[in-house]
């Protein structure tokens, strides 16, 4: 039986020393791919900033920008998770679990949780969320190894994390966890001179038993105390460390996000591996007309005087001294640059062939199009450079769906179980006014009629009007939800990430022009092959008509004919009970 922490060294020594052969003539290194895309990010070469003249080096970043651009074109919000009923189940449920939902995400902060794997996915091309508590968290991949040539982390047959802690947080973390050997790995730690931090491994995978049967675990050791054997010069390592912890567990708690998967590795293609070539070229094209500089600055002259040879106008000669040219004229030495014209062919070509790679077009990038370019060829290319971003989009949607059904909603039905509160204001209270009003009008007609009165179109519309200003001048309603209220609710997540990438002014337009065909047709919505065709414009304008249209109720017309025909003999019966979204929750009245 394997050590645990000489399994755990030996894996991830293999991770940080050896490269992986995708094919023949391709090989990769997961570790180093990750530290270059730090050395870039932040502007800084592998091999230091210092050349070997001892000139020192400037790195023209190429690869930042295309990474924000990607970042900003992927992104989606927590405000474009929607839950769909599913047949058969109350739509008035569903509307309140996403108005609490997306509530609830607000004070979990799960915004940024998207907008932090958003900002990292194009930076390192993986992102790596964990469950803790029930928390998604980021996790930082320069303490992250896997299998690298898994496609998958199911597929990897080991997951190892490495935490460094202080001793206060350790012993905080330990105390947590119930471990019982903290201060023996405390006191071992301060006996170690060169470790600033504990190192505590939490490896998930396949380990040995003592009987011989293998099982899926999840241990955790600390990493401190060394047990060497020293055998001809050298150190053999057979055990290292504590054992804090052991436990069969039935898998990880690790979610995957990729922007670009090539076969043969985990780690994603990320922008910056993409522009590795074009970094490199422009540091070098920069430097080289860095030094050029130096040069181009030196003011020298040349004489056929033997006399004159050695010495420096600047110190040697006075202002107003006059010159013996008899030996011949003195005159400046040409230093101009003239490669300007290719660095700057060079530097063109580079640029445009990070824009290529990575679509960061001048489009894209928000920046006036060179003049003469056509309208057309602007437009495709939008089109085309937003059909790329969307699939991504896509991909991620369908992980984030999954992070959704089998993480965040199950917390938030738990954490939503007991009974509580939920506030509706702005756009949220407009949509449930428009959806109870007709309700609250029927009441209010059927009140009347048992009084002997039959109220007409005008007095339904003053209903209407009485019931809507009051509700709206309370600026916002407090509804109560009973206990459970989400237990039989029966919903399907969908993200729509429609339009994110479309400029304002396009939706604005799109938004104007339905609006006026809409107008001038009044079957717009309710013939269904118009308003599948409105749909689908809207769709492509970035428009979401669902947040404008609210489901609509029968007529008041036809719910009046309803409540007369079940009046009977010389009597007036009981007002029917109607659906109510808070499930038999009182409403204001008129």
Not at 122 to 139: A, D, Q, R, Y
Not at 376 to 389: C, D, K, N, P, Y
Request: glycine share 6%; with cysteine.
């Amino acid at each position: 039986m394997i050590p645990p922490l000489k399994l755990i060294n030996e894996e991830i020594n293999d991770f940080r020393a050896k490269s992986i052969a995708i094919t023949p003539g391709y090989y990769f290194s997961q570790k180093k791919m990750i530290n270059t895309a730090y050395l870039y990010l932040n502007s800084k070469f592998e091999m230091g900033e210092i050349d070997d003249a001892g000139d020192k080096k400037y790195f023209y970043n190429v690869v930042s920008n295309p990474c924000k651009i990607y970042s900003k074109s992927i992104d989606f919000d927590t405000k474009n998770i929607r839950l769909l009923t599913v047949a058969g189940s109350n739509p008035f449920k569903t509307w309140y679990m996403e108005r609490d939902l997306k509530y609830w995400m607000r004070d979990k902060q799960l915004g940024k949780l998207l907008n932090r794997i958003f900002d990292e996915l194009p930076k390192f091309g993986s992102v790596v969320v964990k469950i803790v508590n029930n928390v998604p968290m980021v996790v930082d991949l320069r303490n992250f190894y896997c299998a690298q040539s898994a496609d998958t982390l199911d597929d990897s047959h080991f997951i190892t994390e490495i935490h460094p802690y202080t001793v206060a947080k350790f012993r905080k973390i330990g105390k947590e966890m119930g471990w019982t050997k903290v201060e023996e790995v405390i006191s071992k730690f301060r006996e170690m001179k060169d470790k600033k931090n504990i190192d505590l491994y939490e490896r998930y995978g396949e380990v040995q038993n003592e009987d011989g049967t293998w099982a899926y675990k999840k241990i955790y050791v600390a990493d401190v105390g060394e047990d060497n054997t020293k055998s001809a010069g050298t150190q053999e390592l057979t055990s290292r460390g504590v054992l804090m912890d052991e436990v069969e567990v039935e898998g990880h708690p690790y979610w995957e996000f990729h922007l670009e998967k090539i076969p043969g590795r985990w780690l994603g293609v990320s922008v910056v591996e993409t522009l590795i070539d074009p970094q490199i070229r422009q540091n070098e094209l920069s430097n080289l007309q860095s030094k050029a500089t130096y040069w181009r600055s030196i003011v020298l002259f040349q004489s056929k005087d033997p006399a004159m040879g050695g010495k420096n106008l600047k110190t040697d000669k006075s202002n107003g001294d006059v010159l013996d040219a008899s030996q011949g004229e003195m005159t400046q030495v040409d230093v101009s640059d003239r490669n300007l014209a290719f660095f700057n062919d060079e530097y063109t070509k580079w640029m445009k062939v990070r824009d290529e790679l990575t679509f960061a077009y001048d489009v894209v990038q928000g920046e006036r199009l060179p003049s003469g370019t056509p309208l057309g060829s602007a437009q495709i290319a939008i089109s085309q450079t937003l059909s790329h971003f969307e699939k991504i989009q896509e991909n991620i949607a369908m992980t984030v769906k999954e992070l959704l059904y089998k993480v965040i909603i199950p917390n938030f039905v738990k954490e939503s179980t007991p009974e509580h509160m939920i506030r509706l204001v702005g756009k949220d209270l407009d949509t449930y006014i428009s959806m109870i009003l007709e309700d609250e009008v029927l009441k209010q007609a059927i009140r009347v009629i048992t009084k002997g009165k039959m109220p007409n179109n005008a007095d339904l519309d003053v209903y209407r009007v009485a019931i809507e200003n009051g509700l709206k001048e309370k600026g916002e309603i407090i509804k109560k939800l009973p206990k459970g209220f989400y237990s039989d609710v029966k919903y399907d997540a969908d993200i729509d990430i429609v339009g994110e990438a479309i400029d304002t002014r396009t939706r604005s337009a799109t938004k104007f022009a339905i609006m006026q065909f809409v107008q001038s047709d009044p079957t717009a919505l309710t013939d269904p092959f118009k308003k599948a065709l409105i749909f689908s414009m809207a769709e492509d304008g970035g428009v979401n008509l669902n947040d404008f249209i609210v489901p609509t109720k029968k007529s008041m017309e036809d719910q009046m004919m309803m409540a007369n025909a079940k009046q009977g003999g010389g009597g007036v019966s009981a007002p029917a009970q109607l659906q109510n979204p808070t499930m038999g929750e009182k409403t204001s009245t008129v």
